[in-house]
């Protein structure tokens, strides 16, 4: 986890060869034709023509830094689920570490908090210090996430400083997808693509399920950490940025390793990590409320 702060040209010669007339000496019989010799002549077939569609790609949306904020040690993001409306109180999205090392098996549910968030708007300039209610929901088992509810809802947000909160899509990310790193705390994009979704990845006590491998470009320092990793074919959040190898070292602190099925284990120097969160929306219901036991939902529990 990350210390706070792309003709043959066929010419067909035909040789014609001039027959001069035969004219027939005076008185002489005219000699009798022979038929001519029929000849096969192969039509050349045309080349078939076949049509290809070019598959599009996909529109790439514009990201920005709006609805990121800024923790006193992390990044984070102002998100809402799908079925989140204007009226519901708002939610900041960041990582368990960025509230406290929580031991493995550790969740903390509905915990009064205070904790500020300076918003930002799309060009990084904060517009807002936004206030936390409670932390709603905090683990580093199975992912490594935190959803801190705010005093405030989305509707007043918008209303008073004209930013958005950033969507938490319900489904995973794909591999090769186009993704941009929004990191509040350095004002910062970075931009780059799903390398791979490995099956576990281990950093000393803690073992993650279902986190989002980067590809090189996306080089994240300490202070990226809460960071949303957006989906820039839609705009919406798909992974919290929470960790990478730092110097090669194997399964330790600042070294996550990835573990596949069969338990081999690959260490990937300089290669940052993030977890999904397609999960998440599931476990909140109406008003954005917590509950770990509505359908669907299999976030760790308490």
Known sequence: MRKPLGAAIFALAFAGAVATPAVAAPGAQPATARPATAQLVTKVAEPTLQLVTKVAEPTLQAVSLAGTVVLSN??????????????????????????SLLDPGVVITNRPANRPFNLLDASGTQVATLKAAKLAYGTMTDTDVALYELTTTYAAIQSSYGVSALTLRDTPPTAGAAITVASGAWKKLLDCTVDGLPHRLKEGKWTWK?????????????????????????????????????????????????????????????????????????????????????????????
């Open 74 to 99: 992390c990044s984070g993001s102002l998100v809402r689920f799908p079925h989140s409306v204007d009226t519901d109180p708002a939610l900041v999205l960041s990582n368990g570490h960025c509230s």
């Open 210 to 302: 279902e986190s989002v491998r980067y590809s090189p470009a996306c080089q994240t320092i300490g202070g990226t950490s809460g960071s949303p990793v957006i989906d820039r074919s839609t705009g919406e959040v798909v992974a919290v940025h929470n960790t990478g190898n730092e110097n090669g070292a194997s399964c330790t602190l600042n070294n996550p390793c990835e573990v596949d099925e069969s338990g081999n284990i690959t260490v990937r120097k300089g290669i940052n990590y993030a977890a999904q969160t397609y999960r998440i929306p599931a476990c909140f219901t109406t008003g954005n409320q917590l509950d770990l036991s509505a359908a669907g939902c299999t976030l760790p529990k308490p």
